[in-house]
Nanobody, 122 residues
Framework: QVHLAESGGGSAQPGGSLRLSCACS????????MGWYRQAPGKERELVAV???????NYADSVNGRFTISRDYAKNTVYLEMNSLKPEDTAVYYC????????????????WGQGTQVTVSS
C-alpha cells in the first residue's frame, strides 16, 4: 500500500513563511510527478505547484514567485517553501503523487495525502 504523509502545516501571519513536506512510503516503482494542491472552503481543489521526475515545475499564478517546490528523489519526498504568505493562501493543502506501482504497471495511480491545514491571519 502506498501512503503519502504530510507535515508542516499550521498558522502564520501575513508575510510569514511555512514549509510543507510530504513523504511517499510503500512499494513504488516510479514516481512521475509529485506536487501540492489546495482547497479552500467553497472552492474547488486547485493546483499549487508540481514537479516532475525530470525536474520541470509548474506553479499556479497566484503563488508564482512566492512558493518554491523541491523534491528529494532518493527519499521520495516533496517540499513546498511558502514565503510572503497572504490570507488568501489559507486552505487545506494536499500532497499528490502520480506513480507506477510496479514495473509491469500499464497505468499510473494518483495518490493523495490526508491534507494539512494552513491558516494565514493577523
Amino acid at each position: 500500500q502506498v501512503h503519502l504523509a504530510e507535515s508542516g502545516g499550521g498558522s502564520a501571519q501575513p508575510g510569514g513563511s511555512l514549509r510543507l513536506s510530504c513523504a511517499c512510503s510503500g512499494n513504488v516503482f516510479s514516481i512521475i510527478v509529485m506536487g501540492w494542491y489546495r482547497q479552500a472552503p467553497g472552492k474547488e481543489r486547485e493546483l499549487v505547484a508540481v514537479k516532475t521526475s525530470g525536474g520541470s515545475t509548474n506553479y499556479a499564478d497566484s503563488v508564482n514567485g512566492r512558493f518554491t517546490i523541491s523534491r528529494d528523489y532518493a527519499k521520495n519526498t516533496v517540499y513546498l517553501e511558502m514565503n510572503s504568505l497572504k490570507p488568501e493562501d489559507t486552505a487545506v493543502y494536499y500532497c499528490n503523487a502520480r506513480l507506477y506501482v510496479t514495473p509491469e504497471s500499464r497505468t499510473f495511480d494518483d495518490i493523495w495525502g490526508q491534507g494539512t491545514q494552513v491558516t494565514v491571519s493577523s
